[in-house]
């Protein structure tokens, strides 16, 4: 009886698993370290707008990154050492992030993370590729990147327990250096497995017009440096006129970090995009439509990543003071450790303090001003709930970790992957499965759905006046979910049905650019959420910009849809 999948997607699956779980992991309590008050047991204490944009340039270079870590793969260090090389780098990022407090030394352990995973993200999805190239394994290998696409979420949702357990019970630095743990295990696991995959992991030949390691350097990789300088360097006029020293821009890691942050990030995203759309132009006539299909979805699934990935920025927020986190009466004897405890009286203990839009408010230094009381989880509890505790002011409330709530996507993938498998399988066995374009512009159009989702929460909590149930974010992430498994590992299958033999670890990194850019996106918008009053008009842009996205797709899909059937799939 022949096997429906290689011998080595099951070490491949459990290495991206423990990879994932330390990506994550960080993921989940990124912002709330990066808010949390300075102590002994604190965070960096930054402002929340700040944070935001760290984290959406930290994502977005995660994803930025795989460009010329998946050429070196293709073309220098061959995919076997680029896992090896990526895992280790990453390893040692998270523990740094654990062991050092000094803000300098924080940013120099995620650019650790970030170089590390330039090397490790495209050349895994890759080798994963490699496996399915040759029969009987060719026409499952959609099925085979959405089982892939499940172990991720596994290592997805359990990091978020963990990380709960270990920063309550110990403190955020033991926290991260679980992560450089999980991911020192996948690296062994990968190496129990490597003879299952070492036959997917020869490099391919050079062949005559192959773009050359030093014009990438040179044309790419030194211009995005000196274009992303000078992003970094520019301030407006306006901005300018109104300092005493042009330094002050630079008199903090948080300014670095900051707002010019942005403008870096696009400065350096030009001379790469230029590269991607002079493949195109350069491409022999046969790999030409695959390399400009290939462009198309790498267009319309940006802007997916620039709603989905406000799951640690936004919607960590919305968790976190929008959302009734209180553990049931049935529960009432907590789990140790995965659930923080709170007085409901004022206790004598110092805490920050927020204005209406729950954003800590911070003095002429930076620094959290803090006064008397308790936790700012109470300050929009139901009336029910606040007349309760007024009668018993000496109990303790039991709260959710709010990191928790980063495990509702991935459980949902785990739930239902299978059942997204076993409907493509349905269809296909009747010839009406449709090709992977329309599934990636399918899964658009529910994600936008989530959006609405969204609104109808901001609603029922009457704009934040009162705490919602916690099944809103439940649903919301549902939605979108069901539209991240039609368009995530579809695009990784796309990427590697379509590419040209020679450079598909490079289209691979291509992919992760357009998840770059969105991810940088979602660190702008989640900066905005403070200007929005009124909560439903913020879910309501990114309900614009999905259902935009959708249109834009559908204009390309009779073009791709053709494409794919040209190239055999």
């Known amino acids: ?91 040692a990022g998270y523990i740094g992030m654990g062991v050092f407090k000094d803000l300098t030394l924080f940013y120099s352990s995620l650019a ?47 990091c978020n327990i963990i990380a709960a357990f270990m920063r309550n019970k110990f403190g955020w630095g033991e926290a991260f250096i679980t992560a450089g743990v999980g991911m020192l295990v996948g690296l062994v696991i990968f190496t129990i497995g490597r003879k299952h995959y070492i036959h997917a992991a020869q490099m391919k030949p050079v062949q005559e017009g192959d773009t050359k390691l030093s014009e990438i350097l040179l044309k790419v990789f030194v211009p995005a440096i000196v274009a992303g300088f000078i992003g970094w360097c520019y301030v407006p006029y306006d901005q300018l006129v109104q300092m005493n020293n042009y330094l002050e821009i630079f008199s903090s890691p948080a300014n670095i970090f900051g707002s010019n942050n942005t403008d870096a990030f696009i400065f ?30 790498f267009l319309i699934s940006m802007f997916f990543w620039a709603v989905f990935k406000q799951n640690g920025t936004a919607l960590t927020r919305w968790a976190n003071y929008y959302t009734d986190r209180s553990v049931p009466a049935a529960m009432e004897k907590p789990l140790e450790g995965i659930y923080m405890v709170e007085g409901n009286s004022y206790e004598d203990k110092e805490v920050p303090v927020y204005d209406d839009q729950f954003q800590s408010q911070k003095d002429k230094d930076g620094k959290a001003i803090k006064v008397q009381g308790k936790d700012v989880y109470f300050k929009n509890i139901s009336p029910e709930k606040r007349a309760a505790l007024e009668k018993n002011p000496e ?39 449709p090709l992977t374009p329309t599934k990636i512009v399918l899964g658009l159009f529910i994600s936008a759905l989530s959006c609405l989702v969204m609104v109808l929460a901001v609603w029922a909590g009457d704009n ?55 991810n940088k996106l979602s660190g702008i918008l989640a900066s905005t959420w403070y200007s929005y009053d009124n909560k439903m008009n913020y879910f309501l842009v990114n309900f614009a910009l999905l259902i935009f996205a959708t249109l834009l797709g559908l204009t390309m899909l009779k073009r791709l849809n053709k494409i794919m059937k040209e190239k055999g799939h």
């Open 395 to 433: 109990a303790k409330t039991y709260l959710y970790n709010t990191e928790l709530f980063q495990s509702i996507n991935p459980f949902w993938v785990i739930a239902l992957t299978p059942i997204i498998v076993a409907f493509w399988a349905f269809l296909r066995k009747r010839g009406k499965e």
């Open 1 to 91: 009886m022949k096997t429906k999948h290689p011998k080595g997607l099951p070490f491949l699956f459990f290495t991206e698993m423990w990879e994932r779980f330390g990506y994550y992991l960080i993921l989940g309590i990124f912002v709330l370290y990066v808010i949390e008050p300075t102590g002994a047991k604190g965070g960096l204490g930054l402002p929340d707008k700040t944070a935001d944009d760290i984290f959406g340039t930290y994502i977005a270079l995660t994803y930025l990154t795989p460009f010329i870590g998946g050429f070196l793969a293709d073309r220098v260090l061959g995919y076997i050492k680029s896992i090896y090389l990526g895992g280790i780098l990453m390893a």
């Open 112 to 158: 650790l993370i970030i170089i590390g995973n330039g090397f490790f993200k495209p050349t895994i999805s890759t080798l994963l590729g490699n496996l399915y190239s040759e029969e009987p394994y060719k026409a499952n290998k959609d099925s085979g990147y959405n089982i892939f696409y499940m172990g991720i979420n596994i290592g997805a949702f359990i």
């Open 268 to 297: 350096a995203c030009v001379p790469v995009i230029y590269f991607y759309a002079s493949l195109y132009f350069k491409a022999k006539p046969d790999e030409k439509s695959s390399i400009g299909a290939l462009l198309s979805v």
């Open 464 to 518: 934040g006046a009162v705490k919602v149930s916690p099944w809103w974010l439940v649903a919301g992430y549902g939605v979108i979910t069901i539209g991240e498994l039609c368009l995530s590992p579809m695009g990784l299958s796309f990427v590697s049905k379509l590419s040209p033999a020679r450079i598909t670890a490079l289209m691979m990194g291509g992919f992760f650019l357009a998840n770059s850019v969105g």
